[in-house]
């Protein structure tokens, strides 16, 4: 039973805001007279049980109430076309009240009510005011918001990409984050944000492998806790997504495809899904958005199996689960399962989705779900059923209780203020070092006199800035930061060498074609510089425009003439220094061959260039290490940690079948991988007790010290794995993690607990089970670079 929610408030918590004028015959010394009838109903009283009150609530409420409670309505001038109320609503179809609104005045669409703050907050309260004293039940709307870069609001605290944040590897820091995003969503009037993404980036020429925190279930699970964790301890629900199988489009093909994604039913389970049942069962998050994506032929949002048996029954999901945009048109339109549209929100309704939303007017669903249950096609059951959850979230979170922002003025105070540290901090921990081939880096800025930045996104601003995320924001470039950094210090030149990509890209990607003559003439430009210089840092990867949703690739390589450019530079003879944003793994096998340094930066947030400067020169030492693997070569997909027993292993080149080598075989960097300006040692690695029982913790412990000369950061990494099972398992998997800061010399002991659950596989029966039998920890700084190692036995 839901813990009972005391909230004892006055008149004057809700009249903070001098500009909003409330009736006072509805607004009682400690409740509200949502439904206007003069006496305090069970649903009204803070005093009553959660489920009590809902259930009081639901028998109170009409098809066509129940209804509304079922569809987002877009904000403003993404369907709604008013920023505030106007007499128009009253022959809306939100006239009987709504799920959710979502993203408005947020300042994606440009509108005098996304800042400053605090009067966001109060539009916020004028909206919720209306649907509370305006409609018949007044039931207070969910106010949504996407948030997986930082929260979704003009000049909010903008975070690094996922894969950037992934990159991290510290779970205190997404903690914070989290915190930070709700924090400044309660301020702004929000009530739920769209976060974390828990989809696994297994193949990289996805477009949304940006969006991920990695390859690695394990890894995008813990990381996925702390972000939910943080976002709801500020009193906000968090909606995990795509839900589920979302990530692994046949082909990594993207767009209009979204669909088929090849995978075994183990492996669903134990890779895809595993992220959504970790962190719902150790979070508790409020929401869920389901995918517009089949499985083995089922449209996962019109799936009981994913939405009801295991998302509610085995997981123990106890929120509201919205759709993904467009998800239950696909039913009918792209999928054709259901013979029509209605069908298909037959469908979606049978299968559990609560609430749906998309680009369109919400009468679009909810005009014949009310169809449905009155001619007795849906019943009344079901649609209670799916209702009983948006309204249970809306009480957990407080909105029959405190309904509106109290304080509205206290946003300009909360929002974007004091984070500046923060946001510098997760830029540098973000940022990891690829290759330092004779200490390349950190550059000495005391022995340069000239130093050449080149490359088309050392002045691309887009990168920072995500739909997704905070809007509006001041950009500086990589080459602004490193001016600031330099200043008068040395001299800086800069040649843009050339754009991102040809006019024929991607064809010429498969087609070549040869270099305009104004291509030629910016890459001699940038030649011509680079011989005066002493050090070339070189920018280049991936705009916004070539990495997101929708924009899947047929090929890794850098785009465009920049591939040209690097080796026109290194003919020069001058070391060159390669820092790479993108949103995705790249096949830089020429690169890693041929150039001393290469730091990945990723997709950063805004002060990422910064980051780069102050890591460039040493001011910062790099300790990122990857979240997902380097393939060399497209031909080599897919190519992922954690793997099966020799699924990524060379061919023979004797014996009875042995036919020589034809491809090339492993990775580029491994998973987990990371290098830094000093060096680790580990030791005295201790594993308690070596002989336990299958329900029995294992503890292990490991002594890592800084045997450089310089602080740094180094990511403790622990794998097992299983020696022998009654089904194939891979060949290792992670199930630990701790990232550290060592001063030179000094030596921290890690602690990790491995679970019984941590060791679960799934037998031939596929029942989740811990088998008797041996183990073995590795400990390390990636899933290569093992440094001990140790056995234990279950009986």
């Known amino acids: 039973m839901i813990k009972k929610r005391v909230v004892v408030f006055g008149i004057c918590l809700l009249v903070s805001c001098s500009s909003f004028a409330q009736k006072k015959t509805i607004y009682q010394k400690g409740w509200i007279d949502f439904n206007k009838n003069g006496q305090k109903d069970i649903f009204e009283d ?6 009590d009150r809902v259930e009081d609530l639901l028998g109170q409420m009409n098809v066509d109430e129940k209804t509304a409670q079922c569809a987002t309505l877009y904000g403003y001038k993404r369907v709604l076309k008013d920023e505030l109320p106007t007499p128009g609503w009253k022959n809306e179809v939100w006239k009987d009240g709504i799920a959710n609104i979502d993203e408005q005045l947020n300042g994606l669409k440009p509108t005098q009510y996304s800042y400053p703050y605090s009067k966001h ?6 909206i919720q005011k209306w649907f509370i004293e305006e409609t018949r039940l007044g039931i207070p709307v969910d106010f949504t918001n996407e948030g997986i870069h930082g929260l979704n609001h003009e000049k909010a605290t903008p975070l690094p990409s996922p894969i950037a944040i992934g990159s991290t590897w510290n779970k205190n820091l997404v903690r914070q984050a989290g915190e930070i995003e709700g924090r ?3 301020a702004l009037g929000y009530t739920n944000i769209y976060a974390p993404i828990l989809d696994l980036a297994r193949d990289p020429r996805w477009g949304r492998v940006v969006e991920c925190y990695g390859e690695d279930p394990y890894l995008v699970s813990e990381l996925g806790i702390q972000m939910v964790k943080g976002i709801q301890s500020q009193g906000l629900a968090s909606t995990l997504k795509h839900y589920a199988v979302y990530s692994v489009p046949k082909g990594g093909r993207d767009g209009r495809v979204r ?9 669903l389970h134990q890779m895809h899904l595993y992220p959504y049942k970790r962190v719902i069962g150790e979070a508790h998050p409020k929401g869920v958005m389901s995918s517009y994506n089949d499985y083995d032929g089922i449209p996962v949002s019109g799936s009981y199996y994913f939405l009801t048996e295991l998302l509610r029954n085995e997981y123990g999901f106890n929120g509201y689960v919205v759709s993904d945009s467009e998800a239950v048109e696909f039913l009918h339109k792209k999928h054709r399962v259901a013979e029509d549209y209605k069908e298909g929100v037959r469908q979606v309704a049978e299968a559990g989705l609560n609430v749906r939303t998309h680009f369109t007017p919400p009468e679009d669903y909810i005009l014949p779900l009310r169809e449905l249950v009155n001619d007795g096609e849906l019943s009344m059951a079901t649609l209670d059923r799916n209702v009983r959850d948006v309204l249970r979230v809306k009480f957990e979170l407080g909105l029959f209780d405190e309904p509106y922002v109290k304080d509205t003025k206290a946003a300009d105070k909360i929002v974007a203020n004091d984070t500046e540290d923060f946001v510098l901090q997760m830029a540098k921990e973000s940022l990891v070092l690829l290759k330092n081939e004779n200490k390349t880096l950190p550059l000495d800025i005391n022995k340069l006199d000239n130093i050449l930045v080149t490359g088309p996104l050392a002045v691309d601003k887009s990168v920072y800035v995500s739909r997704y995320g905070p809007q509006n924001l001041e950009v500086k470039s990589v080459l602004e930061g490193i001016q600031n950094y330099v200043g008068a210090k ?3 030149n800069f040649s843009l060498g050339c754009e991102v990509v040809d006019e024929a890209w991607p064809e010429s990607e498969i087609i070549p074609i040869p270099l305009s003559d104004q291509e030629q003439r910016m890459i001699d430009d940038a030649v011509a510089k680079a011989k005066q210089s002493d050090v070339i840092i070189a920018v280049m990867g991936e705009d916004e425009k070539r990495c997101g949703e929708s924009r899947s690739r047929t090929d890794l390589g850098l785009p465009g003439r920049q591939f040209q450019l690097l080796q026109a530079l290194e003919a020069t003879g001058k070391p060159i220094v390669l820092v790479l944003i993108n949103g995705r793994p790249l096949t830089i096998n020429w690169e890693n061959q041929y150039l001393p340094a290469i730091l990945e930066a990723w997709f950063p947030n805004i002060e990422g260039p910064n980051a780069i400067a102050e890591t460039l020169f040493g001011d910062y030492n790099p300790g990122g290490k990857l979240p997902i693997t380097f393939p060399r070569s497209v031909g080599q997909l897919e190519l992922n940690f954690p793997y099966k027993p020799s699924s990524q292993v060379g061919q023979p080149s004797s014996g009875p079948n042995g036919t020589g080598k034809t491809s090339v075989v492993g990775e580029l960097y491994p998973f987990g991988y990371g290098l830094s300006y000093t060096q680790f040692e580990y030791k005295n690695l201790k594993i308690t007790p070596e002989t336990g029982k299958t329900q029995q913790q294992i503890e292990v412990s490991v002594d890592v010290t800084n045997t450089g000369k310089v602080k740094g950061d180094e990511v403790v990494q622990l794998y097992f794995k299983d020696l022998v099972s009654s089904v194939i398992v891979y060949e290792l998997q992670l199930r630990g993690f701790e990232r550290i ?9 890690v602690h990790f607990t491995l679970k019984p659950e941590d ?6 029966d596929m029942n989740w089970t811990v088998e008797p039998g041996e183990f073995e920890v590795m ?3 990636s899933s290569q670079d093992i440094r001990v190692k140790g056995n234990f036995k279950l009986l």
Do not use: F
């Open 184 to 186: 400044e969503g309660k």
């Open 779 to 781: 400990v390390g700084s």
């Open 46 to 51: 803070p005093e009553v049980e959660i489920d």
């Open 741 to 749: 800061t060592l001063e030179p010399g000094e030596t921290k002991t």
């Open 259 to 267: 669909t088929d994604p090849h995978v075994a039913p183990r492996e």
């Open 490 to 492: 040395t001299n800086v």
């Open 121 to 126: 907050a109060e539009a916020i309260n004028t």
């Open 759 to 764: 060791l679960q596989l799934l037998d031939r």
